[in-house]
């Protein structure tokens, strides 16, 4: 490469060089403005927030002892509730298996009292349907006795009337 090429290209890198330094001190100009005018902007809200500040401090001072007492005792308040709690469950709990077993010999003896209402029922129908049929029975064949003497005559196996050929 010849020397004249060689100092173009040196030279043009120098421009390059110095229009970017030239660029990059522009940026930094316009960075400064803005800094400035955020500061001038933020300036009066510093001072305007400067006592609220001072009288939350204050506030936090004097009352955090308070506060931290407060919540201690809503911790120990909470802890002793959830004791409580616990323990009416195991309460309800206990309640609640001696209710099963007291309704499970409730129904037992319920069940027993049915039975025993069922067999006495059944032992009534037959002491009070037995000799019923016994009597029925027993008139029956008087009619029949009757009926054979008064007629004379026994009626055939032929003549046999509706309500006993429903049962033959």
């Given amino acids: 490469m010849s020397e004249d090429a060689f100092r173009w290209i040196v030279?043009?890198?120098?421009?390059?060089?110095?229009m970017a330094f030239i660029v990059q001190a522009a940026f930094v100009y316009g960075m400064y403005r803005v800094a400035k005018a955020s500061e001038e902007k933020l300036t009066p809200l510093l001072e305007a927030a400067a006592p609220i500040l001072g009288t939350v401090r204050r506030f936090v001072d004097e009352n955090g002892?308070?506060?931290s007492a407060a919540i201690e005792n809503?911790?120990?308040t909470v802890k002793t509730v959830r004791e409580q709690v616990d323990r009416l469950g195991?309460?309800?709990k206990e309640v609640g298996d001696r209710a099963r077993a007291q309704i499970a010999r409730i129904d037992g003896?319920?069940?027993q009292t049915v039975e025993q209402l069922e067999n006495a029922s059944h032992t009534m129908k037959t002491a009070i349907t037995r000799p019923a049929r016994e009597v029925n029975g027993l008139v029956n064949g008087l009619r029949a006795a009757l009926s054979v003497y008064a007629h004379g005559r026994r009626e055939s196996v032929d003549h046999a009337t509706q309500d006993e050929e429903m049962f033959i």
């Fill in 90 to 92: 195991e309460v309800v």
């Fill in 11 to 18: 030279v043009i890198g120098v421009v390059l060089a110095a």
């Fill in 74 to 76: 809503a911790s120990e």
């Fill in 109 to 111: 003896a319920v069940d």
């Fill in 65 to 67: 002892p308070k506060l």
